[in-house]
């Protein structure tokens, strides 16, 4: 079969891929940030007259309701009957008519777009307070299980990076014929298997843990079918499945594709289940909840496509620099020049998306030391530092001269290790870093959340819009827009009104968040301010065919 050939359906099958994984990413619709709780009613410590029919928890993003997630207790601690469920961003609590007087605990737990947990606590009281009141329910994530999720999200990077990046490495990087150098193909293929056999036991693992740990549930849960019910229809189950079946695919294919007699699916087909192994780990995630969807997503993508091929590529040379591969030092040092020549992109390409995917989800330098993400990220950047530092010094100081110098190839082949070995605790921290979130978690709302709404009754067309924005302060904030007409009736209009904020004063936007229509002439959306100033928050509303005044609120931000 003709190379060129080959490789035109090679390089087809990996954007077929790859776009179908980015493609059903982008079809669901995104959050804009890890769900923080922005609004209640009751609010967190009110004194009703009456018992409430409902209560109603209001987030920044859509949410879903953890199995027993949700829970109403007396002042005593009993636990009282209730009925919960997830509508868009809120949750609203169905509770008896007939409450006693006294004060009650409301204990939740949800989960956000990005897979999260978020849990907290708000007491209210009936006719008056009760004298003494039982503590709120302790978080019950267990220690164990969040450790356990952590160690298998590593395993997971690493084992998927690393058979992804060794497909890459012997089909397009290696300096050697088909069927050449039978022993370090032989190698090659035996790590590739035992990588793709632990990251595959480790996304079996992860399926039922990652439940666990979502909802704050003990090891007893195992034995519940409507556990497993849920587990097994989750978005990391999909995210398993896929890996499963690119990591398959990609090591069932590619000793075929290096052999010599090349057959004519085998190239493609290796390429293409490592490219659907590898994105298969943007299926969930941080970056699932940030926008716009488009760069977000697509710089994720790329960030780890771009971290398969240099960690695969660096157990590659590892595997060729050995003294037993069989190879010459003159086709060990054409490989390592042309990893080297791609690295120099990888490296380019792996600080920007990661640049990228750090100002999107944290928002702000202060995140980068006051929140565990922030902290996790810069241990992660400070070895990313000391492994181009490495790259360079192979690359300029010990390739040129290991033809001519046996010295200098003992020296590349330690040096190589050493980055290898970093490499892994890199990735080790990656699936420290994908387990935490990157906002910290608020039990209630901020004391402030009402007085700094800001409030807007502004005239649309021969009608009106009003909008509230909370609680009005750096980060997200939840806009909620009502549409009235002339007569002061909810306003239907002809398409879903469009959001714009920007920062004029200092060249900031126009960004785009979604609007979710929560009832007739009722909008949702959360809208990032990441930034003290003056936003201009614009609203576009086409009443009619020919007709779509824009509205623009200025909105105070206050760090």
Not at 79 to 98: H, K, L, Y
Not at 144 to 173: H, P, S
Not at 216 to 221: E, L, T, V
């Amino acid at each position: 079969m003709d190379l060129s050939r080959a490789v035109r359906g090679a390089v087809a099958f990996v954007v077929a891929a790859v776009a179908g994984v980015v493609l059903m990413l982008a079809s669901a619709t995104p959050a804009t940030a890890h769900a923080v709780i922005v609004d209640t009613d009751p609010r967190d410590g009110t004194v009703l007259e009456e018992p409430p029919a409902r209560l109603t928890l209001t987030f920044n993003e859509p949410v879903q309701v953890v199995p027993d997630g949700i829970a109403l207790l007396d002042a005593a601690g009993s636990t009282i009957p209730i009925t919960a469920g997830a509508v868009d961003s809120r949750v609203e609590i169905a509770v008896p008519g007939d409450l006693d007087d006294g004060t009650y605990v409301v204990s939740w737990r949800v989960t956000s777009g990005d897979t999260h947990p978020v849990a907290g606590a708000l007491t209210f009281s009936v006719g008056a307070p009760s004298t003494s009141v039982a503590a709120a329910p302790a978080d019950p994530a267990s220690p164990a299980v969040t450790v356990l999720r952590q160690v298998a999200q590593a395993v997971v990077y690493a084992g998927t990076l690393g058979v992804g990046g060794l497909v890459a490495f012997e089909l397009l990087l290696l300096d050697a014929t088909p069927g050449a150098m039978p022993t370090l193909r032989r190698r090659l293929q035996r790590t590739r298997r035992l990588l793709a056999t632990c990251a595959g036991a480790a996304l079996l693992v992860s399926v039922p843990v990652t439940a666990l740990w979502q909802g704050g549930r003990g090891a007893s849960a195992l034995v519940d079918s409507s556990f497993w019910r849920a587990s097994l229809t989750s978005e990391s189950a999909l995210a398993a499945f896929l890996g499963l079946t690119g990591l398959a695919v990609a090591v069932l294919a590619c000793p075929r594709a290096g052999s010599a007699t090349r057959a004519r699916w085998p190239l493609p087909a290796a390429l293409g289940g490592a490219a659907l192994a590898v994105t298969s780990l943007s299926v969930v995630g941080h970056t699932r909840t940030f926008g716009p969807v488009w760069l977000v997503l697509g710089a994720d993508v790329l960030h780890v496509v771009v971290g398969a091929v240099w960690f695969g590529g660096i157990v590659g040379l590892c595997l060729l620099l050995s003294r037993s591969s069989g190879a010459s030092a003159q086709r060990a040092a054409r490989t390592v020049v042309r990893f080297s020549g791609v690295g120099a992109w990888l490296v380019l390409a792996l600080a920007l998306t990661g640049i990228l995917l750090a100002w999107r989800i944290l928002g702000s330098l202060d995140a980068l030391l006051t929140t565990g993400y922030g902290r996790t990220l810069l241990v992660k950047v400070g070895l990313a530092l000391v492994l181009v530092v490495i790259a360079a010094w192979n690359r300029y100081l010990l390739v040129p001269h290991i033809t001519s110098d046996p010295v200098g190839l003992g020296r590349l082949r330690r040096t190589v290790a050493t980055e290898a070995v970093l490499l892994v605790v890199l990735l080790g921290v990656t699936g420290v870093l994908v387990s935490q979130s990157p906002v910290p978690a608020s039990a209630t709302p901020p004391e402030s959340a009402a007085p700094r709404s800001q409030v807007f009754d502004e005239p649309l067309g021969t009608g009106s819009l009003q909008a509230r924005v909370t609680p009005g302060a750096l980060g997200i904030n939840s806009l909620e827009l009502t549409l009235l007409d002339a007569d002061g009736a909810p306003l239907e209009p002809v398409a879903l009104p469009e959001v714009r904020t920007t920062q004029a004063e200092l060249g900031i936007g126009p960004f785009t968040p979604t609007l979710t229509r929560t009832g007739p002439g009722t909008y949702l959306a959360s809208i990032d301010l990441p930034l003290a100033g003056t936003w201009d928050v614009a609203v576009s509303v086409r009443t009619s065919t020919y007709d779509n005044p824009v509205v623009s609120l200025p909105v105070e931000v206050v760090s």
